[in-house]
């Protein structure tokens, strides 16, 4: 158990719609990352949050948002999404830059 | 810029056989570098990770892994590979100055032979 934990585990939605996964990080960890893992893919950097300003993006498209919350509890949000977005959305912490980061189990997303 | 290469998407060992999983790096400075493992379905553990000094790295389940910064490498090993290591791999550079980086190589499969 890394001590992250992300809900849903699982979510199964329909194309157009919109969904929010969420990840609380390690006790004391400052930064969150967020990945998405799909087989063609493979893993990819979406966006980190340090101490709830937003440090880094990678990958991430406009229809996707993030943020982090005073409790350091961090959210994703997906709209508008399309059968292509389904994948394997991991959220990691770490207490700091170049740290090791911490990967929670992820959330699976399945668009249909 | 960053990067990270490992060269083998798949590999296939005998139970009992030595492993060793290549990774290599680009990055003007000397990186962070971790390997992680992920089981089927599940999250990503760290196996082991280099900041600085001894580059013989210990990490869990025997695994070990040498930064040899001639190469630019960062290879994992097992000197007696078992069924339950089946699963893939990824090696990791984190980049140590500047806004921060974090990049992932592409994965390499294990399968183990009984």
């Known amino acids: 158990d890394s001590g992250v934990t992300q809900t849903p585990k699982h979510l199964i939605t329909a194309t157009g719609q919109r969904v929010t996964l969420r990840c609380s990080p390690r006790s004391g960890d400052l930064s969150v990352y967020w990945y998405q893992q799909s087989l063609d893919q493979g893993l990819q950097f979406l966006i980190q949050?340090?101490?709830?300003?937003?440090?880094a993006k990678g990958n991430i498209l406009e229809r996707f948002s993030a943020q982090q919350f005073p409790d350091l509890h961090s959210e994703l949000n997906l709209s508008s999404l399309e059968l292509g977005d389904s994948a394997l959305y991991f959220c990691?912490?770490?207490?700091?830059?170049?740290?090791?980061?911490?990967f929670g189990p992820g959330t699976r997303l399945l668009v249909l | 810029a960053q990067s990270v290469t490992q060269p083998d998407i798949h590999i296939t060992v005998s139970e009992g056989a030595s492993l060793e999983l290549r990774c290599n790096y680009s990055?003007?400075?000397?990186?962070?570098l971790f390997w992680y493992v992920q089981s089927p379905g599940q999250g990503l553990q760290l196996l082991l990770k280099y900041f600085s000094g001894d580059t013989l790295v210990q990490g869990i389940k025997g695994f070990e892994a040498e930064f040899k910064r001639s190469q630019s490498s960062f290879n994992l090993r097992k000197p007696s590979v078992h069924w339950s290591d089946a699963a893939e791999y990824f090696c990791a550079v984190g980049a140590t100055s500047g806004t921060y980086k974090y990049i992932f190589g592409t994965g390499t499969r294990l399968k183990v032979l009984a």
């Open positions: 990691a912490s770490s207490g700091g830059v170049g740290e090791t980061q911490y």
């Open positions: 949050y340090y101490n709830g300003e937003e440090r």
């Open positions: 990055y003007g400075a000397t990186p962070y």
